[in-house]
């Protein structure tokens, strides 16, 4: 077993040997982020992660012990590197690391860190624990539309993959048609489409009698993967 608080140095002291001239002020300016950047390309952040963890032996604590230690410093690419440490680690996670998750996706502001921690963390949690339907309800009343954005998101994958619970993700959607920010207009977008590659009728089927009430990015997203037919019949009813 590796020491948590050693192999975030050394992943620390990887992430800077690979980080790209330029990149770096190129990278904060594109997330508006606030962090300090070393310009590391993502490919490249999670190639150094799956190298750290092989052979490391780490169990649940291990795992969130080495997260906290890699986001603990206000670097973009230790906390993307903590986050590719969780999607490694999410079969050892359960219900009670649904804190630790909250507090970093309310830290994360940006989509960059969000998304994966909702639909690669999140998401397979609340797959396993239904239980988790309570958190995901308080979560969708929250006053931060990243939290919002996490309940959407949290279903993306199962959903994608021809699974998942389409219904509940529909409800909350749902409460959420109307919003104005962006973030949540192209969450239930983005969701809608990729539901839609395998089953277009139920993508359809929900978004037709809400047209009028879906705001233009995400009527643009939910029919990319519909029929002519179907895709001229929810622009239609706009």
Same mark, same amino acid.
């Given at each position: 077993?590796?020491?948590?608080?050693?192999?975030?140095?050394?992943?620390?002291?990887?992430?800077?040997?690979?980080?790209?001239?330029?990149?770096?002020?190129?990278?904060?300016?594109?997330?508006?982020?606030?962090?300090?950047?070393?310009?590391?390309?993502?490919?490249?952040?999670?190639?150094?992660?799956?190298?750290?963890?092989?052979?490391?032996?780490?169990?649940?604590?291990?795992?969130?012990?080495?997260?906290?230690?890699?986001?603990?410093?206000?670097?973009?690419? $230790?906390?993307? %590197?903590? *986050?590719? +440490? &969780?999607?490694? @680690? =999410?079969?050892?996670?359960?219900? #009670?690391?649904? /804190?630790? !998750?909250?507090?970093?996706?309310?830290?994360? $502001?940006?989509? %960059?860190? *969000?998304? +994966? &921690?909702?639909? @690669? =963390?999140?998401?397979?949690?609340? #797959?396993?624990? /239904?239980? !988790?339907?309570?958190?995901?309800?308080?979560?969708?009343?929250?006053?931060?539309?990243?939290?919002?954005?996490?309940?959407?998101?949290?279903?993306?994958?199962?959903?994608?993959?021809?699974?998942?619970?389409?219904?509940?993700?529909?409800?909350?959607?749902?409460?959420?048609?109307?919003?104005?920010?962006?973030?949540?207009?192209?969450?239930?977008?983005?969701?809608?489409?990729?539901?839609?590659?395998?089953?277009?009728?139920?993508?359809?089927?929900?978004?037709?009698?809400?047209?009028?009430?879906?705001?233009?990015?995400?009527?643009?997203?939910?029919?990319?993967?519909?029929?002519?037919?179907?895709?001229?019949?929810?622009?239609?009813?706009?």
């Amino acid at each position: 077993m590796t020491d948590p608080k050693d192999l975030a140095a050394r992943i620390d002291a990887e992430l800077r040997e690979r980080s790209v001239p330029g990149r770096a002020d190129q990278e904060r300016a594109y997330l508006k982020s606030e962090l300090e950047h070393y310009g590391v390309p993502v490919p490249m952040v999670r190639s150094v992660v799956k190298r750290a963890l092989r052979g490391a032996g780490l169990d649940r604590g291990d795992a969130t012990a080495l997260v906290a230690e890699l986001w603990s410093v206000p670097v973009y690419e $230790r906390r993307a %590197a903590a *986050v590719e +440490v &969780l999607v490694a @680690s =999410v079969g050892l996670l359960g219900s #009670e690391d649904v /804190p630790l !998750l909250e507090r970093l996706i309310r830290e994360s $502001r940006t989509w %960059a860190l *969000v998304d +994966v &921690l909702a639909g @690669s =963390v999140l998401g397979p949690l609340v #797959e396993r624990d /239904p239980g !988790l339907v309570g958190t995901l309800d308080r979560w969708a009343a929250d006053p931060d539309f990243w939290i919002r954005r996490s309940v959407l998101l949290a279903h993306l994958e199962a959903l994608r993959a021809g699974g998942g619970d389409f219904d509940r993700f529909g409800r909350y959607a749902d409460g959420m048609l109307e919003e104005r920010e962006f973030f949540i207009r192209k969450a239930i977008g983005w969701v809608l489409r990729d539901t839609s590659r395998k089953r277009p009728e139920l993508v359809f089927d929900w978004i037709l009698p809400r047209a009028s009430r879906a705001s233009g990015l995400t009527i643009r997203e939910a029919v990319k993967r519909l029929s002519p037919e179907q895709r001229e019949a929810v622009l239609a009813a706009r």
